[in-house]
């Protein structure tokens, strides 16, 4: 095994860091590796906002749902689907926006950023965690995103995504055990419902033990539990609304 698997297995999500940031080199070598990152078609469909000022961090920290860690962290990278630049290349090109309004607003082009930003954020986080820095992605920034687009200065056509803390850790937590191979991994055809129903059972049990270690008996949550409450507490519904207001009405 080799030293980027190494790494790569031994990920955690970190939520204490220590209040050193981050040198531009790392910043830097971080942005470099994630623009290293596969783009469909060449699109490069993303943007990275990096977040130094204290008060701005604190404000997205409240926005994200009062995450002390988005405000306490080496550097703050928000990974924002970006199709302005796009417009801009069409723009320059002699290209009205009306003639590419259609495509603009694809729900194949909004997958193109989605899928560019994400596979951008993981480069930089193996980078960064190469580096023996921590850690955590915050998809709470999608709790308020007309705050956060604001705050950003975000135009029409940008959609920030996520964020990603990066920093010294403070406090290394529990690394926890994912889905068994067998409930993600398929060969030539997807399992029967019997057959992933099974595996989900054994992976309850696992979860369960390391909740009950976790926290010293106080919680035993099974994962099938926890995935049944999120699906039945809906989340976030102002989004096609905000995409719209994007001009991404996604056709």
Not at 127 to 156: F, W
Not at 162 to 176: A, E, I, P
Not at 234 to 241: C, I, V
Request: hydrophobic share 40%; proline share 2%.
């Amino acid at each position: 095994m080799n030293e980027t698997i190494k790494t790569i297995l031994d990920h955690r999500s970190i939520r204490s860091f220590l209040e050193k940031e981050l040198s531009e080199e790392q910043i830097r070598l971080i942005v470099e590796s994630a623009q290293a990152a596969s783009t469909s078609s060449f699109v490069q469909a993303y943007s990275i906002i990096g977040i130094k000022e204290p008060a701005k961090k604190t404000e997205l920290a409240r926005l994200a749902g009062n995450q002390a860690y988005v405000a306490k962290n080496g550097h703050f990278f928000v990974f924002c689907l970006d199709l302005n630049r796009l417009r801009l290349a069409a723009q320059l090109e002699g290209i009205e926006e009306s003639e590419i309004f259609e495509s603009l607003s694809s729900t194949e082009l909004y997958t193109v950023g989605v899928v560019d930003a994400a596979l951008a954020a993981q480069n930089a986080s193996i980078a960064a965690e190469s580096m023996g820095l921590g850690i955590c992605y915050i998809g709470g920034l999608r709790n308020a995103l007309y705050d956060v687009s604001a705050l950003l200065k975000t135009p029409d056509h940008v959609v920030p995504l996520f964020g990603l803390c990066v920093g010294y850790v403070d406090n290394r937590t529990d690394k926890k055990q994912r889905l068994p191979m067998d409930a993600i991994y398929h060969e030539e055809e997807y399992k029967t419902d019997e057959k992933m129903s099974e595996q989900l059972h054994s992976y309850n049990r696992d979860i369960s033990d390391y909740y009950l270690q976790r926290t010293g008996g106080k919680r035993a949550d099974r994962w099938t539990e926890m995935m049944a409450n999120k699906l039945t507490n809906a989340q976030r519904l102002y989004l096609k609304q905000f995409l719209h207001d994007k001009k991404l009405p996604l056709n």
